[in-house]
Structures are given as structure tokens and as C-alpha cells.
Nanobody
Framework: QVQLVESGGGLVQAGGSLRLSCTYSGRSFSSYPMGWFRQAPGKDRDFVATITRSGAITYYADSVKGRFTISRDNAKNTVSLQMNSLKPEDTAVYYC???????????????WGRGTQVTVSS
């Protein structure tokens, strides 16, 4: 059984940084592409960033490109999201996901964490 647990969320001022981590437990971590998504109040869950099994290829939403960096450590079963130059519009619950069923930018993933709140004040 796959479990994902996010950590690292919190309150930060605009322009600041946060680093989110997701700890994976279950079947072989390196078998799955991993992703980060976010959901702001009253909005749909949106793609933020994804990373392939080896970590060689990454994809980012246009809104975070150049500010966020996704990475993974297959030896430690973790995936991280470094968020710099944060903006108030980045405020959302951030979710970690594993094992996409279709294109990695869609919400169709098999496994999800419970999320961690990120709040960016202006």
C-alpha cells in the first residue's frame, strides 16, 4: 500500500521561500513518476510540477516556472518542492502525488497525500 505524507508548509511573506517534502512508503518509489499539485479555496486542483522516475526530466506549470524546483531522492523515498519568490497567489493546499494514469499534468494519479497548507502574505 502506497502512502504519501507531505510536510514543510506554513506561513511566509511574499518574496520568501519554503521547501515542501513528501515522504513515500510502499512499493518501489523509483517505479513512479511523482508530482506536486495545489488547490486554492474555491478552485480546482491544479498541476504544479512533475518529475520522471529517474529525476532526469521535470515539468512545471507556467505560473511557477523559474521560481519552483522539483527534485527527488530515490534512496530516501522523498520528493521535494523548493519554492522561491513566493507570491500571495501561491497560497493553496499543496498535494504530493504518485503514479499518473494519463498525462502527468492531469489530476488522474493513483495515489495522493493529504496535503500541506502554504499561505503567502502580502
Amino acid at each position: 500500500q502506497v502512502q504519501l505524507v507531505e510536510s514543510g508548509g506554513g506561513l511566509v511573506q511574499a518574496g520568501g521561500s519554503l521547501r515542501l517534502s513528501c515522504t513515500y512508503s510502499g512499493r518501489s518509489f523509483s517505479s513512479y513518476p511523482m508530482g506536486w499539485f495545489r488547490q486554492a479555496p474555491g478552485k480546482d486542483r491544479d498541476f504544479v510540477a512533475t518529475i520522471t522516475r529517474s529525476g532526469a526530466i521535470t515539468y512545471y506549470a507556467d505560473s511557477v516556472k523559474g521560481r519552483f524546483t522539483i527534485s527527488r531522492d530515490n534512496a530516501k523515498n522523498t520528493v521535494s518542492l523548493q519554492m522561491n519568490s513566493l507570491k500571495p497567489e501561491d497560497t493553496a493546499v499543496y498535494y504530493c502525488a504518485a503514479d499518473p494514469q494519463r498525462a502527468m499534468t492531469t489530476n488522474d494519479w493513483n495515489y495522493w497525500g493529504r496535503g500541506t497548507q502554504v499561505t503567502v502574505s502580502s
